[in-house]
């Protein structure tokens, strides 16, 4: 009896396990592939400073007279590349690539006249939203509406972001400095430009356009060029806190344009006086604050410490940073590097590129692989398992194996193309060789930019920057043969269309 009741107890037992590990199965298994899925469509957060420079971030440049904690915290715990290049050395060009991993030189640039971005045309946006990624662009936009500049507020401003792959936009039309100076909503003007206000240009500095530099133009009635980058941090914020409550089982994808530290420099009032270097010290120290700000929502809503989210922080170009600031203050927003902002030289086009994705990349670790920013759009698409269409992304290479900090056999790219402020001006790194095929810095705010060649001298500029990261000794006429075959190499990656294997 004794015997029996024993077995009944234990096969109801087996009966009951068996019948809550059925009843739990389909939640374990849908629990087990969440997790297995989660990092292939991770939250994407690709944070675009506005002429940030290589040596202004201290993980980069420890003499730099600036503290970045944010930033160097994201070094800390992920990658930091050492060979990103923006797609050009001015803002405009280098956006285009960045958005659609072409390069700008395919396309015309002429934001001011119309949208620079083809409708039809793959952004970074449109990708992820086809695989149900909730999109946003917050920030400077700076590619162009369909009418161009002639921005009509009774209407909706058509041509940008929201017409080119994002669900939700907040955020100016070009730079800081350039009118007219109001906020757009999606698609419509929060308030349209109806005063004139004049130029501002701070007296004593070592360059015009250094300190509070704006242009005159038309303004919103409440546009305040101090607000701004807090302005546009808030919306940043506000998109992560409700995506979180009202979307957490969609991924999503926050391109965070910031404004700065792009002239005017208008640090907030907590940040002046917190650097040696004056106004743009202060202003550097604020935009890491803006990053920081982001990477604590992030924090909150308990979406940075899995492999649920990627973070990237990055910049469109190089510093405005001349040689009187380096020589007044001892801060190199460059680095070691020559140029600025516009040239071709390291200076101008070399730009921080810093990864974090907990649980895939490998914390602490670098990587000299050279990358563009234009190899984003291929990096997103195999993160989320697409290949490419042959009229998508037709420069834009995948190194996602760079970023997860794999082993590489050989280089990810076999040259990257770069463009000085001029479009038809584009020089060719390959390995440690760099060829720009003419004279001068090709910029437009470091004279000479183009030098006539001398009798019996070089045509152009040959460097090998693993020896000469500065730029300073022109190998040009004694490696003939260098010169050759990135030439042949150069006029084969333009003429095509399309510099993708």
Not at 47 to 52: G, N
Not at 107 to 126: D, F, Y
Not at 324 to 350: M, N, Q, Y
């Amino acid at each position: 009896m004794n015997g029996a009741i024993v077995a009944g107890k234990r096969s109801f037992s087996a009966s009951f396990v068996a019948c809550l590990f059925l009843w739990l199965l389909p939640a374990v298994a849908e629990e087990v592939e969440a997790n297995r899925q989660a990092p292939d469509r991770p939250n994407i957060v690709l944070i675009l400073a506005d002429d940030l420079g290589y040596g202004d971030v201290r993980c980069y440049n420890p003499d730099s007279q600036v503290v970045t904690p944010h930033m160097d915290r994201l070094a800390r715990e992920g990658i930091r590349f050492t060979n990103a290049y923006a797609p050009a050395a001015v803002c405009h060009p280098s956006r285009y690539g960045l958005l659609t991993g072409r390069y700008p030189f395919r396309a015309e640039m002429n934001w001011r006249e119309r949208s620079l971005i083809a409708e039809e045309r793959m952004t970074i946006g449109s990708l992820l939203r086809k695989h149900e990624y909730i999109t946003a662009c917050i920030g400077k936009w700076h590619l162009g509406f369909d009418r161009g500049v002639e921005y009509d507020c009774s209407r909706p401003l058509a041509g940008g972001p929201i017409g080119r792959g994002f669900d939700h936009y907040f955020g100016i039309p070009a730079s800081l400095d350039i009118p007219p100076y109001f906020y757009i909503r999606q698609d419509r003007c929060v308030a349209a430009p109806t005063r004139t206000i004049e130029d501002s240009v701070e007296p004593g500095l070592t360059s015009r356009v250094h300190g509070r530099f704006w242009r005159a133009g038309k303004s919103a009635p409440d546009f305040r060029h101090d607000d701004v980058l807090d302005r546009l941090t808030d919306e940043a914020v506000a998109f992560l806190r409700k995506h979180r409550r009202q979307s957490p089982d969609r991924p999503f994808l926050l391109y965070f344009s910031l404004t700065a530290p792009h002239t005017p420099w208008v640090p907030g009032e907590r940040f002046r006086g917190r650097s040696p270097i004056g106004a743009y010290g202060d202003f550097l120290t604020h935009t890491d604050d803006a990053i920081g700000r982001v990477l604590t929502t992030l924090d909150e809503l308990r979406l940075a410490a899995g492999e649920e989210t990627l973070v990237i922080v990055t910049s469109d170009n190089g510093p405005l940073w001349f040689e009187p600031d380096i020589e007044c203050h001892g801060h190199r927003a460059t680095h070691v590097f020559r140029g600025l902002k516009g040239d071709i030289w390291e200076g101008g086009i070399r730009v921080p590129f810093i990864a974090r994705w907990p649980g895939r990349i490998p914390a602490r670790s670098t990587s000299d692989e050279v990358v563009g920013l234009v190899d984003c759009l291929a990096m997103f698409a195999a993160i989320v398992g697409e290949e490419l269409p042959d009229d998508a992304g037709e420069d834009s290479v995948d190194i996602l194996p760079a970023l997860l900090g794999r082993k590489l056999d050989r280089p990810l790219r076999e040259a990257l193309l770069l463009q000085s402020n001029r479009g038809d001006r584009i020089a060719i790194r390959q390995g440690p060789w760099k060829l720009i095929p003419w004279l001068g810095g090709g910029g437009f705010l470091n004279p000479p930019a183009f030098v006539e060649p001398v009798e019996g001298g070089p045509l152009g500029q040959l460097y090998h920057l693993d020896d000469d990261p500065a730029e300073r000794h022109n190998l040009y006429q004694k490696h003939p043969d260098v010169v050759e075959r990135l030439s042949k190499l150069l006029e084969g990656s333009e003429q095509p269309g399309r510099n993708r294997r």
